[in-house]
């Protein structure tokens, strides 16, 4: 499974960005999903999960009621909008795949593929 996480850029304080992770080599109908992403100095931290079966979905915290997650399975692509962004998202952002995890998980060492991280810069 090759996944390629793309559309992230500069954007101030307050406004939005979608995420597109595409997954491509087999199909990712029965993996859990995830969003994690990496601030310089810091560990990679859990965002957001969801299961590509099913219509669940559960985010960090600190991103409840500003992320949404969307999903068209027919391109194998799952999106992140982000909304109300702050420049403490700041991050490099990564998808991820899991073959047992089929609902998802927020623990990263769950996950077997991972995206190449696409940069999200928040200035205030």
């Known amino acids: 499974v090759q996944l390629q996480a793309f559309g992230g850029g500069l954007v101030q304080a307050g406004g939005s960005l979608r995420l597109s992770c595409s997954a491509s080599?087999?199909?990712?109908?029965?993996?859990?999903m995830g969003w994690f992403r990496q601030a310089p100095g810091k560990e990679r931290e859990f965002v957001a999960t969801?299961?590509?079966?099913?219509?669940?979905?559960y985010f960090a915290d600190f991103v409840k009621g500003r992320f949404i997650i969307s999903r068209d399975n027919a391109k194998n692509t799952v999106y992140l909008q982000m909304n109300s962004l702050k420049p403490e998202d700041t991050a490099v952002y990564h998808c991820a795949a899991s073959r047992y995890r089929q609902s998802g998980s927020s623990y990263l060492g769950d996950y077997d593929y991972w995206g190449q991280g696409t940069q999200v810069t928040v200035s205030s």
């Open positions: 080599g087999r199909t990712v109908s029965s993996y859990g």
């Open positions: 969801f299961s590509w079966s099913g219509p669940t979905t």
